[in-house]
């Protein structure tokens, strides 16, 4: 049964798998030892470095292994701007990284440090003049990520590192998606990778951190990895993680030219054979392995249920598949639909008759999952000027506004009332997908909610 | 080979190698994602933690899985503290703790906190009035562990919880070294263990937070275990983790009573075969499988190097093992002798015959880095009051010390000039062991370093 969410997590390889047995062996002791047992396990850690090092294109004594790319982040973006303090406190993110990424600015901003979000096009890439454009007043740190993990968008890490050498002002790109696929663009003051991503086990991240770059370590710390990774390394796990990236690296540019051939075709084949869909990310910077669209009046979970049960393992960004009932941060950032929303990652040696029969049982999966909501016209809708969907969650006010608007005479506004959080991004999307203009949201002066007003086109 | 150096990290238990090889087909995926992939590793993890809880004794949802025993520490010591804010900022530890406590003690002095150390007896232990006496004035936190990793020393965590809980203050018991012995006595708070101490794989370690108790883990989180350890899961070796306690508790009684014995003919013979040997730690109240002792006159690094090449793989407290030069400050707290110190720890099915092995080769051993040390009188000992060992290391004074000694009148006083950190704590107990009196020291007022007084008594 296909596993399309390789963006996720992915199987260990086969070459991860090997490497983890024999290093189980001779890799549990303590490397701090001076015993034959440590020294063992100390060789196969400066191994796994070296290894590791290459791949990523730096130096070995520049690698740290960590705990997870999430402790990479947290701790290379925290690490970088103790480093820079007196250079300044302001942190500069894109609006579409990774939620560890936000959740370390989101603690700055809490220990009184300020942050910049720089914003994407509506395919989810920055543009390196906003970054340069926030490069002065204080800039401590820039994290771009190299590729977007919902969208597969990849970003101009070249340009954007140009900008940020011009300024002084070290630049830390997140990895976590691209490293399986080739090494970085140049210019990178801090890189940080997560080991799973491209089949080496949990519990393995890497932070580099190039000579030169300040940085200090939040503490506590303790001797191990020069300071910036305190407790034992798991050196089975490191050296599984080495071996498996350079197995994946020999094997990446056939197989990013064949699953970009598959993804290119799901792009192009959803529109056609799932009506009212729109896929997201941009066509030509994108990762080769990741394609995500949004189908209008659907429930992203029910429809990620409804795939499962065909068989197949997708994630989504929609608001009803997350506990927070917001739509991923990434999509709204685009300013793109987020209801019923797909995100479709395949893993390497992704065979293309799977990819047939998704594209075969993504049309039941959408009809079925849209003929379970076609719910019955809510009391808003004998006026064809108002919908009042206050209370009902993502899809359900888009598909009343959907059914309301052809009842409404064309040049009139139709108004929705909605206190779902969904609704102020997937309300403008649907006018711009369906040709119908957005004329604004604002508080329901009426009571609870958000009024948005829609005047009919056509 | 014998390796007996358990105390810093066991090889895979088999049955952890069993489960971490069938963990790696189901566990690798995302448990936070609603998919079969993800359910299935949801379950693992669930299953692991209902396993751990129970061998630790506590709720499976006051049970989280952390990268290590240190991040276990470090996470368990800043979120208690974070969570008591109001009520203290004193934090109370003993003074024999894992240096991964002191760390984060160090980091809460750093961030402007109090921290109140508790000193420990000859043996290493900890007096429960002492910390009774302690925890007025703003206590917010108190650390003890249940044994002690160095010398094997049992603390009255019992006791110790009991005063606790009278004042109303939590506390956390690092179990790290004797969790795979058993529970540890109830009244705990917090506790924190680490899997690779019990034949778990590296990368996992344990905090267990008793319902009730305040606790504010430090910024930034994400939605993952708790929010008290960020990152993405290793369910694997979480897997193994638990099912290796599970499996070394079983055998747990057993394996006690026979390293137990085996520990007590090692802390009976040393002394016999090897002469000016002191073995430390409390005789009676103590781990089962570790002993600890010091050499006079033993450089405890060169004693490393020749017991591992007799084939013993062991640990060191000593000043000249360590890359700062101090010696460990659990043997300092304790006021015991320092120089060729050599910690044995035995892992489950350490042979009998290995351990007389053992007994055989230390001898040598002992005596090879003794003649190796046998230095030329220094120019200090022309004058049989006056030992000048500025500018030597460890055991150097003590060795000029114990040569010019006998050419002193009994009655008279002599003086050791050192500036080596080992000589606080050598020298006095050379002195205690030879039954000669200890004066003081004071700074040399001819010039750097320390002046140490003796006593000829015999």
């Not at 084949?269 to 949004?294: K, M, N, Q, W, Y």
Request: hydrophobic fraction near 45%; include cysteine.
């Amino acid at each position: 049964m296909p596993y399309f969410d390789a963006a996720s997590s992915l199987p260990l390889h086969p070459v991860a798998r090997q490497a983890l047995a024999a290093a189980l062996e001779d890799g549990w002791a303590d490397p701090a030892r001076p015993h034959r047992e440590g020294r063992r396990a100390r060789m196969l850690l400066d191994a796994a470095r070296e290894t590791a090092a290459e791949a990523v294109g730096c130096r070995p004594d520049e690698l740290t292994f960590t705990t997870s790319g999430t402790r990479a982040l947290h701790t290379g973006v925290a690490g970088a701007l103790a480093g820079r303090r007196r250079a300044g406190r302001r942190l500069v993110v894109s609006a579409v990284e990774h939620s560890a990424v936000l959740h370390a600015a989101e603690a700055h901003r809490e220990a009184g440090g300020e942050v910049t979000e720089i914003g994407v096009d509506r395919g989810g890439r920055v543009a390196p003049g906003d970054v340069a454009a926030a490069l002065g007043d204080g800039a401590a740190l820039v994290c771009v990520q190299s590729a977007n993990h919902e969208v597969g968008t990849r970003q101009p890490v070249g340009e954007i590192a140009a900008a940020c050498r011009a300024a002084g002002v070290p630049l830390l790109v997140d990895a976590a998606q691209s490293l399986a696929w080739g090494p970085v663009e140049d210019g990178w003051s801090l890189l940080a990778a997560s080991a799973h991503k491209w089949g080496g086990p949990g519990g393995v991240g890497l932070l580099a951190v190039r000579k030169g770059v300040r940085f200090a370590p939040a503490r506590p710390v303790d001797e191990r990895e020069s300071g910036r990774a305190p407790g034992f390394e798991n050196i089975p796990a490191v050296v599984a993680a080495a071996a498996s990236l350079r197995a994946v690296r020999q094997e990446a540019d056939a197989e990013a030219a064949r699953l970009s051939a598959l993804v290119a075709r799901i792009r192009a084949r959803v529109p056609e054979v799932v009506p009212d869909t729109e896929v997201v990310g941009d066509p030509a910077h994108r990762l080769p392995h990741i394609v995500t669209f949004s189908c209008l009046y659907a429930d992203g979970e029910a429809l990620l249920h409804a795939l499962d049960r065909e068989g197949f393992a997708v994630s989504s960004g929609s608001s009803c598949t997350s506990s927070t009932l917001t739509p991923s941060h990434v999509l709204r950032a685009m300013g793109v639909l987020s209801e019923g929303n797909v995100r479709v990652s395949l893993p390497p040696g992704t065979a293309e008759e799977d990819v047939e029969r998704f594209l075969a049982a993504l049309p039941r999966a959408v009809a079925s999952v849209r003929a379970a909501l076609d719910v019955p016209p809510s009391p808003g809708t004998a006026d064809p000027l108002l919908v009042d969907s206050l209370g009902k969650r993502c899809p359900i006010p888009v598909i009343e506004l959907a059914k309301t608007l052809p009842r409404a005479p064309v040049g009139e506004v139709i108004t929705v009332l909605s206190d779902d959080t969904a609704a102020r991004l997937d309300i403008p999307a649907w006018c711009t997908m369906r040709g119908q203009e957005y004329l604004g949201a604002s508080p329901n002066p009426d009571g609870p909610g958000t009024a948005y007003r829609v005047r009919r086109l056509s």
